[in-house]
Nanobody, 126 residues
Framework: QLQLVESGGGLVQPGGSLRLACVTS????????IGWFRQAPGKEREGVAC????????NYADSVKGRFTISKDNAKKTVYLQMNSLKPEDTGIYYC???????????????????WGQGTQVTVSS
């Protein structure tokens, strides 16, 4: 069983930045990809970014390309999502999820992920 805990959300003005963290624990799996997803009220869940278990591949939604950066610190078992130039439409609950297994590429399709965190709220508003 893998546990994921998100942190770093909050209220920020448009144009501001936040860094989300996803800490994993409790797993005997050696490899897993991590994805960040978000859900705004009344909207479908969106895959924002992902990073492969190898760490060599990342993938971003068009809506966040050039503004968001996903990275991982294997020693800390933590994946980060650096969010810059935030817009009101970035508002939502952000979740991280893990897909067990070794892979050179990652996917932003939520249905393929095995474990999910509880989410952290991000609000972009003036």
């Amino acid at each position: 069983q893998l546990q994921l805990v998100e942190s770093g959300g909050g209220l920020v003005q448009p144009g501001g930045s936040l860094r989300l963290a996803c800490v994993t624990s409790g797993s005997t799996a050696d490899y897993y990809s991590i994805g960040w997803f978000r859900q705004a009220p009344g909207k479908e869940r969106e895959g924002v970014a992902c990073i492969s278990s190898s760490g060599g591949n990342t993938n971003y939604a068009d809506s966040v390309k050039g503004r968001f950066t996903i990275s991982k610190d294997n020693a800390k078992k933590t994946v980060y999502l650096q969010m810059n130039s935030l817009k009101p439409e970035d508002t939502g609950i952000y979740y991280c999820a893990a897909l067990i297994g070794f892979s050179y590429v990652c996917t932003r399709t939520g249905m393929e992920y095995d474990y999910w965190g509880q989410g952290t709220q991000v609000t972009v508003s003036s």
